[in-house]
Nanobody, 124 residues
Framework: DVQLQASGGGLVQAGGSLRLSCAAS????????IGWFRQVPGKQREGISH????????WYADSVKGRFTISTDNGKNTVYLQMNSLKPEDTAVYYC?????????????????WGQGTLVTVSS
């Protein structure tokens, strides 16, 4: 049974940091491209970072580049999203996802498995 369990969200002041975790069970992260997405009510789910399984290349959306970092711990089968210099506009529900597609991507439709989402709230 394939599952992704996201955690680490919470309330933080602007300028603060959070680290989100996404633990996988039933499959190995190294066999999939990994993506992080976020969604605000009433808006489409937005891809913010992904790591390709083909060569480990990483992509960030312009909105988070230089502030967020995606990383993996293969021994724990866990993916992380370190979020620094948080802004109120980063407030959203954050999701991790796994894709069989070799290069990953920022489109939700490319992803096969999803975590349940974790809420990040950044106060001004």
């Amino acid at each position: 049974d394939v599952q992704l369990q996201a955690s680490g969200g919470g309330l933080v002041q602007a300028g603060g940091s959070l680290r989100l975790s996404c633990a996988a069970s039933g499959f190995t992260f190294g066999d999939y491209s990994i993506g992080w997405f976020r969604q605000v009510p009433g808006k489409q789910r937005e891809g913010i970072s992904h790591m390709a399984k083909s060569d480990g290349s990483i992509w960030y959306a312009d909105s988070v580049k230089g502030r967020f970092t995606i990383s993996t711990d293969n021994g724990k089968n866990t993916v992380y999203l370190q979020m620094n210099s948080l802004k109120p506009e980063d407030t959203a529900v954050y999701y991790c996802a796994a894709s069989k597609f070799s290069w990953g991507g920022s489109l939700p439709a490319l992803y096969d498995y999803w975590g349940q989402g974790t809420l990040v709230t950044v106060s001004s």
